[in-house]
């Protein structure tokens, strides 16, 4: 089933509500260029309510690896997704926790680029906007993301919404799926209805291939035995 991440989360009845409707995980965003913007004491206060098998998931822009374990500390996030130019190294100081490292997909990426962070827990690919770090609305062409799946999980994100992210993990069929703007009515101020239906959208989309697989399972089978 395809991992679920709603990100900007900035007040505790959004939280509240995309885990009660299914979501995986939560996105915390600390870089405080973005509206999005949430102070490390306000998202433990949100943290400290959620379930333990939800992700919560810290956002960091450039930042020092010391800044960025100083904001776990205070925030209580167990993961953390960096999205800057951050080496293998920088991601080595991290590896007892659960990270994602972003890549913006623009014409020349080159997916063989992920084998250079071995230690990564996903890689979260996203359109490239020049000169803002995410949550831009914008999609990109979903084919690089499966050319990306060959060297680790991907979460796919970029300009996702509840009218195309069903047609997007059909395609793919990333490990998951990362939405802020998607579900928004103003940027950290969700709606909920649009959450469920964005979660709706992903779990239909997994019952379809499911039934696909076993579908072509059973023919395959049948076809053995005809062959016998």
Same mark, same amino acid.
């Given at each position: ?5 709603? $990100?900007?989360?900035?007040?505790? #009845? ?6 009660? /409707?299914g ?13 999005r ?18 992700? $919560? ?5 450039? /930042? ?6 100083? =904001? ?6 167990? $993961?953390? #997704? %960096? +999205? ?5 190294e920088?991601l080595?100081?991290?590896?007892? %926790? ?31 906007v ?14 690089? *993301? ?8 991907? =979460? %796919? ?8 992210? *069903?047609? *997007?993990? @059909?395609?793919? !069929? ?16 969700? $709606?909920p @209805?649009? =959450?469920r ?14 039934? !696909?697989? #076993? ?7 049948? +076809?053995? +035995?005809?062959?016998?």
């Amino acid at each position: 089933m395809t991992w679920i991440k709603i $990100c900007g989360i900035k007040r505790l #009845q959004d939280a509240e509500t995309a885990v009660a /409707e299914g979501a995986n995980a939560l996105g915390f965003n600390f870089w405080k260029g973005t509206k999005r913007y949430i102070d490390p004491d306000e998202a433990a206060r949100i943290v400290t309510k959620m379930p333990a098998s939800v992700w $919560c998931v810290g956002v960091f822009v450039d /930042e020092t690896v010391e800044r960025v374990l100083e =904001i776990v500390r205070l925030s209580g996030v167990n $993961c953390v #997704q %960096l +999205h800057d130019s951050e080496g293998p190294e920088y991601l080595d100081r991290l590896s007892h %926790l659960k990270t994602f490292k972003v890549f913006k997909v623009k014409s020349n990426f080159k997916p063989e680029a992920l084998l250079s962070f071995p230690s990564v827990t996903a890689f979260l690919l996203d359109a490239y906007v020049e000169g803002v770090p995410g949550g831009t609305g914008q999609a990109f062409d979903w084919a690089s *993301a499966v050319q990306a799946k060959r060297y680790g999980k991907v =979460i %796919l994100a970029g300009g996702l919404n509840p009218g195309n992210v *069903a047609k *997007a993990v @059909e395609f793919v !069929q990333p490990w998951g799926v990362d939405v802020a703007s998607g579900v928004e009515v103003e940027p950290g101020i969700k $709606c909920p @209805e649009t =959450i469920r239906n964005f979660i709706r959208a992903v779990k239909e989309a997994d019952k379809k291939l499911l039934d !696909q697989s #076993q579908h072509s399972s059973v023919a395959d089978k049948n +076809h053995a +035995h005809e062959l016998l």
